[in-house]
T-cell receptor
Framework: GDSVTQTEGQVTVSESKSLIINCTYS????????LFWYVRYPGEGLQLLLK?????QKGSSRGFEATYNKETTSFHLQKASVQESDSAVYYC????????????FGTGTKLQVVP | GPKVLQIPSHQIIDMGQMVTLNCDPV?????FYWYKQILGQQMEFLVN????????KSKLFKDQFSVERPDGSYFTLKIQPTALEDSAVYFC?????????????FGKGTRLTVV
């Protein structure tokens, strides 16, 4: 079946430094999956950060970017300069356009931005 | 933005008793979901619901679990009887369309503790 892998459980970055959170996916579907990044801020529900539904495209939101790379089956999340307010848990997710009726989530990466 | 509300935020229940988790989805949404996250583990899909019926359920959706949304009111997850391994945070979600390329809106979760 489909799956999403996030290798880092927690990442600590100094304010104004760059960030990359890794996400890779696998799918048994013939069609390319739709890919998402969600974020959960402290005390809040999970919310969509960005999505890309076309392989090769880049999505961006709030200074974050992720490029859908079908060759490496990756969808890493990047930001050039993080702020303390970016501290949250980030989840990569996949939707199978062929047969899926729900999105599958990675294990989440907790980002802590320190001064 | 649109909100999914979950009531209560935390519930403690004796093993073997019945529990009902309530979810107030976004008002015009048509698809509803429950996910389960055990502490330190991945958020995993339980079940989704559309047009009064379960569309798909995972192996985590045991026979003791049931969902309904009577007359467009709360979308509920009932567990009867509860077991210790049911202790987890349960997230309700809703979407306007199928989730494969549609934003899914999540509640903040209900933490269920079975003692």
């Amino acid at each position: 079946g489909d799956s999403v892998t996030q290798t880092e459980g927690q990442v600590t970055v100094s304010e104004s430094k760059s960030l990359i959170i890794n996400c890779t996916y696998s799918t048994t579907s013939i069609a390319y999956p739709n890919l998402f990044w969600y974020v959960r801020y402290p005390g809040e529900g999970l919310q969509l950060l960005l999505k890309v539904i076309t392989a090769g495209q880049k999505g961006s939101s709030r200074g974050f970017e992720a490029t859908y790379n079908k060759e490496t089956t990756s969808f890493h999340l990047q930001k050039a300069s993080v702020q303390e307010s970016d501290s949250a848990v980030y989840y990569c997710a996949l939707g199978d356009p062929d047969s899926g009726t729900y999105q599958r989530f990675g294990t989440g990466t907790k980002l802590q931005v320190v001064p | 933005g649109p909100k999914v509300l979950q009531i209560p935020s935390h519930q403690i229940i004796d093993m073997g008793q019945m529990v009902t988790l309530n979810c107030d989805p976004v008002s015009n949404h048509l698809y509803f979901y429950w996910y389960k996250q055990i502490l330190g583990q991945q958020m995993e899909f339980l079940v989704n619901f559309y047009n009064g019926k379960v569309m798909e359920k995972s192996k985590l959706f045991k026979d003791q679990f049931s969902v309904e949304r009577p007359d467009g009111s709360y979308f509920t997850l009932k567990i009867q009887p509860t077991a210790l391994e049911d202790s987890a945070v349960y997230f309700c979600a809703s979407s306007l369309g199928r989730t494969t390329n549609t934003e899914v809106f999540f509640g903040k979760g209900t933490r269920l503790t079975v003692v």
